[in-house]
T-cell receptor, first 108, second 115 residues
Framework: QKEVEQDPGPLSVPEGAIVSLNCTYS??????FMWYRQYSRKGPELLMYTYSSGNKEDGRFTAQVDKSSKYISLFIRDSQPSDSATYLC????????FGTGTSLTVIP | DTGVSQNPRHKITKRGQNVTFRCDPISEHNRLYWYRQTLGQGPEFLTY????????KSRLLSDRFSAERPKGSFSTLEIQRTEQGDSAMYLCASSLATSGGDTQYFGPGTRLTVL
């Protein structure tokens, strides 16, 4: 079993939709949770960083962590075509563990 | 630009040749990570440094791979006797590790093609 599981998609939504991206994990020792956005042929860009359970909001983005269920989510409100990218979840415990990424396309 | 930089951005080589990549981290960052990423996959951890010390190395990393960070600033990743399976994007990331956790910032990557 992988440390971090993420549905690779692809996910396609109309502009303005709310997008929900999710990851599950197996190691209950993970404490720091991150979401990265990666455009084609570019390095990942840090979007959100949260510690332990709870919600964190930054503009149109909300990161949610549920440690009891070992489940994290990223919500994107009012999605834009420029949000089209691959979204990677990552967790840290002595080293970083990444999901495989979910490919998102927002259709104008 | 004060972000993480990597050189070269692209490298095409023939099987059996050696290649070396360079990473320049964000200047105040004490940790430096190397990852490999193939199409449709997330970054796969290779190794990381805290200052000049190499603290961890993936079991997946064969003896053909070596990394250095001689002065605790820039780092190099060398692949000897390249194989076609080494074709991938090689990503470097840096972070300022504190007792409160670790958040890393990635460079643009070096795309390696082994013919």
């Amino acid at each position: 079993q992988k440390e971090v599981e993420q549905d690779p998609g692809p996910l396609s939504v109309p502009e303005g939709a709310i997008v929900s991206l999710n990851c599950t994990y197996s190691n209950s020792a993970f404490q720091y949770f991150m979401w990265y956005r990666q455009y084609s042929r570019k390095g990942p860009e840090l979007l959100m960083y949260t510690y332990s359970s709870g919600n964190k909001e930054d503009g149109r983005f909300t990161a949610q962590v549920d440690k009891s269920s070992k489940y994290i989510s990223l919500f994107i409100r009012d999605s834009q075509p420029s949000d089209s990218a691959t979204y990677l979840c990552a967790m840290w415990r002595n080293q970083f563990y990444f999901g495989t990424g979910t490919s998102l396309t927002v259709i104008p | 630009d004060t972000g993480v930089s990597q050189n070269p951005r692209h490298k095409i080589t023939k099987r059996g040749q050696n290649v070396t990549f360079r990473c320049d981290p964000i200047s105040e960052h004490n940790r430096l990570y190397w990852y490999r990423q193939t199409l449709g996959q997330g970054p796969e951890f290779l190794t990381y440094f805290q200052n000049e010390a190499q603290l961890e190395k993936s079991r997946l990393l064969s003896d053909r791979f070596s990394a250095e960070r001689p002065k605790g600033s820039f780092s190099t990743l060398e692949i000897q006797r390249t194989e076609q399976g080494d074709s991938a994007m090689y990503l470097c990331a840096s972070s300022l590790a504190t007792s409160g956790g670790d958040t890393q910032y990635f460079g643009p990557g070096t795309r390696l093609t082994v013919l």
